[in-house]
């Protein structure tokens, strides 16, 4: 009985080999639609097969997933490998079957089964698909060995890896990322791309030892000037400055259409290992943002042709900021000399003796950052002119020639005065404007009103003009041109 059940069970697995097996569809998953696409990280493989049965297609998948990867590896014509070559990637493809027929004991490490799946073809044969993903360090890693193997890495390349790996042991890594890159020119050379490959992220890894900080930033800075101060950056690895070492400055400026873009400048460090950029002319107020990155320019200059897919994922990765700072800028209003004068009357329109509201409006835009001062202008001439006269007397009057570029004049008024008890209530109000001296144009305009409450009368009305005073500031701070 018991011979008798396994030649039973035996004949139910042959038919389940020859028949398709159960479960399977009669299309493919969804998945199988879009193959699988290289990352950042990893290389993408997809294999496929068809034959009578599952095992039959998923042979032929297997088997031609490994000729994409071993072409992938750039070993060439099997014919020119050295002896002992074959035997190391059949070695290979053997660890790799079998890593895709039990993935859940796969032992090549940075090897993931992403999907696999067979299906009934329309012709009624069977279909069989697998996905894998490959962490590219460790499969460029692998194509370095069977390259060796085969005799396609030649000793050049080798003596180079093995100057760049003691480098980086030595704390040089700046030499590293250089002996790398000349490594990747001999890969090129020899049309070894799997080296050539291990050589760029080789570049890209030591770089990534980098260490920045930053020493100094601008002071202040004003929109339309450029800062009298660097952004200075020290860069180093392992204690160790890197000293003669190109980098890459991104800051904020105006594109041709006054935009606001990005620039770029490539900057050496210094023997210290400082890299001091000075921004050129502001375009906008506000926070300016400086990068820094490795420049890829230098390892560039060892390759005969830097323009190729592998080329352009090295520099854009290898140029990716590494460091951030930034700095405010204020608008160019600051750095102009401005001149202040306010009419106070009272609730009849005449003047008064008081100069509360352009004592609050100076004492703000100075704490600010502005250059302004009160002019030497009796206010109460402002009563006969209008706006326009003014603008033009002070024009021409040699006492401000010259001396101020804009104006901040205003007429203010006492508008209502009541006493509650011991208790003074004021409101104020009225207009302030800025103007060009020298252009004879208004800027600005704005109209404002402040009320203060105080057990003086006098007290109440010096306390609200020079309210009123402030807001005017706090007006000008936030939106004048």
């Given at each position: 009985m018991r011979v008798r059940s396994l030649v039973l069970i035996s004949f139910i697995l042959f038919l389940y080999s020859c028949a398709g097996g159960p479960g399977l569809k009669d299309s493919p998953p969804v998945w199988y639609s879009q193959a699988p696409q290289d990352s950042e990280s990893q290389y993408a493989f997809r294999g496929e097969g068809?034959?009578?049965t599952v095992a039959f297609a998923r042979s032929k998948a297997?088997?031609?997933?490994?000729?994409?990867?071993l072409k992938a590896m750039n070993l060439g014509n099997k014919d020119g490998w050295a002896d002992g070559g074959k035997a190391r990637v059949d070695d290979?493809?053997?660890?790799l079957n079998e890593a895709l027929r039990d993935p859940e004991n796969a032992g090549m490490d940075g090897l993931v089964v992403a999907r696999r799946g067979a299906w009934y073809a329309a012709d009624g044969s069977v279909e069989w698909a697998v996905d894998i993903l490959w962490d590219k360090e460790i499969f460029d890693n692998w194509a370095i060995i069977l390259s060796d193997a085969t005799g396609v890495a030649g000793p050049e390349f080798r003596a180079f890896e093995a100057r760049a790996r003691a480098a980086v042991d030595a704390g040089n890594i700046y030499e590293a990322a250089l002996l790398w890159a000349a490594a990747a020119g001999v890969a090129?050379?020899?049309n070894n791309m799997s080296a050539f490959r291990l050589a760029l992220n080789g570049i890209q890894s030591v770089m990534e030892m980098m260490d920045y900080t930053v020493q100094s930033l601008p002071g202040r800075a004003y929109v339309g000037l450029r800062p009298d101060e660097a952004v200075?950056?020290?860069?180093?690895?392992k204690g160790k400055p890197a000293g003669d070492a190109e980098f890459v400055i991104t800051y904020p400026r105006a594109s041709r259409d006054g935009s606001p873009s990005r620039g770029q400048a490539r900057i050496s460090s210094d023997s210290e290992g400082v890299v001091a950029f000075r921004p050129p002319e502001i375009a906008f107020a506000g926070t300016q943002e400086i990068t820094i990155a490795?420049?890829?320019?230098?390892?560039?200059?060892?390759?005969?042709?830097?323009a190729n897919r592998y080329v352009d994922e090295f520099a854009a990765g290898l140029e990716t900021p590494a460091a951030e700072t930034e700095y405010e800028a204020l608008p160019r209003l600051r750095t102009l000399p401005m001149g202040i004068v306010i009419l106070e009357t009272d609730l009849a329109g005449n003047p008064?003796?008081?100069?509360a509201a352009a004592r609050g409006l100076l004492d703000d835009l100075i704490t600010d950052g502005f250059d302004v001062s009160i002019m030497d202008l009796d206010p109460r001439e402002m009563i006969s002119r209008s706006e326009r006269a003014l603008l033009r007397d002070i024009?021409?009057?040699?006492r401000f020639s010259g001396a101020y570029d804009r104006v901040l004049h205003a007429r203010v008024s006492l508008e209502s005065f009541q006493q509650e008890g011991d208790n003074f209530t004021v409101k104020v109000g009225g207009y302030l404007a800025m103007s060009d001296i020298e252009r004879q144009v208004t800027l600005f305009r704005t109209e404002l009103t402040k009320t203060s409450r105080a057990s003086s009368g006098q007290q109440a009305m010096t306390a609200a003009f020079r309210q009123l005073g402030r807001s005017f500031a706090e007006e000008i701070i936030a939106w004048a041109p």
């Open positions: 068809q034959g009578e297997i088997d031609d997933l490994t000729a994409k990867v290979f493809s053997k660890q090129e050379k020899e200075v950056f020290s860069v180093s690895s490795p420049s890829s320019m230098p390892f560039l200059e060892y390759l005969e042709d830097p008064l003796d008081s100069d024009k021409a009057d040699s």
